[in-house]
């Protein structure tokens, strides 16, 4: 084993984050509490005795805070206090920053990607009453983590855990001149860092009996890429790397006939003529979770999300024809609510279009149902094309709800099983 050696600083190239969804529940299948020799730390999470922590990919930023909750306790007779007293729990706080590829991380993270049910369904249900655990490995300074085996770097290796993590905030962005990134926020019960990478104590903690989680958890050795298999000749199969990220050239917006004055692209069948150039685009969920304590526990024992929530959209495009014969007093009638459609096209996947291969196929796809547009600014001024700012709201709704929330189809709803592609069509 190689001995600790200081570190000076840490770089992106040295920290890779792993996701467990089920934060009390075991950590590797077959309620395997532990993995002493670590055995089961590179075992597929689909196998027996499988390794449930898994690697989340892209991640372009990372930021988490602690905030203790002091209460200064004052008296009369004296001005400064005479002690303090911790009234709750720290709060915890995580957020990161990833590019959007097919969905492989919403997949990890428990959405729902099928497209035909609530993707924050399964976040939202009781199966999750404990939240997450997230883990930051960090390797020694001069190393990069991606594709490494994590044995070489021995007590060198420090492991972070964020404890009981409760999803607040989901948000897509999309715009001209940069690739569709999302970002994710947490919040958290516990935190704790050690040495190593193999059967170390989880961070959650058990809220039935007010103490630190027994569970053990290992991180897996990382891999640079995550692959999909696609048929090479009539039965061989090879593996590809997936799309490390999508270009603003394969982002398609719909907005339906949302707009009461700018002349919008409504539909796949509808003309551009006329219509706004779209030049960033914003989906975001705030939930944002209300932490619970009750008398008799020294920690808080849940965190519940905060509903009623809307779903927030934002849309900055440049000014192009009005539509005619608008008035502002019609819309307070006839104003129909419409779904609201974000599609990321995979330029590496191929769909047959009459007789030619085309890249057309959704690598990702947004639905915001039952949507109602809150205002619509226009600005112009000199040396500048005027440009329309315009911002829709929806609601986040219950599972059985298929007419309004958040809908996500993407390449990677079965996890490590993405799209076949055989003959140029997609299974």
Known sequence: MSQKKPRNVTRYNNQLLYFCFNAEDYHFNNDQKEDIDGSFRNISYLDCNGNRVRQLHRIQSLQYSVNNNWEQLNQFGQLARFDAAMSTNPDITLDFEYILSDGYNENIMGFILDGKHQ?????????????SNIFLGVAPLGHSIGGADLSTFG??????????????????????GSVPKARVS???????????????????????????SDMKYSLPDTYENFLY????????????????????SDIKIYLGNSAVFSKLFDSPTGSRSGCASIQGFTINLPMGTTKVNKVGSVLGFYRSLNFPSKIEIEVNAIMSDLKQSKNVMDSLCNQEPVDVVLELLDCKSLMMCETDLENRTASMRFVVKNVSQESEAFSSNIGDNKSVNLKFSGSIAGPEDDKNGLFIEAKSFMPDRP?????????
């Open 119 to 131: 993707a924050l369904s399964k976040i939202m249900g009781n199966s999750n009453n404990s939240g």
């Open 155 to 176: 007590d060198s290796f420090t492991s972070v855990g964020f404890g009981n993590a409760f999803f607040s905030q989901y948000a897509v962005t999309a715009e001209v």
């Open 186 to 212: 947490f919040e958290c019960f516990n935190i704790n860092s050690k040495y190593g990478y193999q059967n170390l104590p989880s961070p959650a903690v058990d809220v039935k009996r007010d103490c630190v």
């Open 229 to 248: 298999p696609k048929l090479k000749g009539l039965d061989q199969i090879e593996y590809k790397n997936l799309i490390g990220g999508v270009r603003p």
């Open 419 to 427: 799209r076949v592609i055989s003959w140029g069509q997609p299974l």
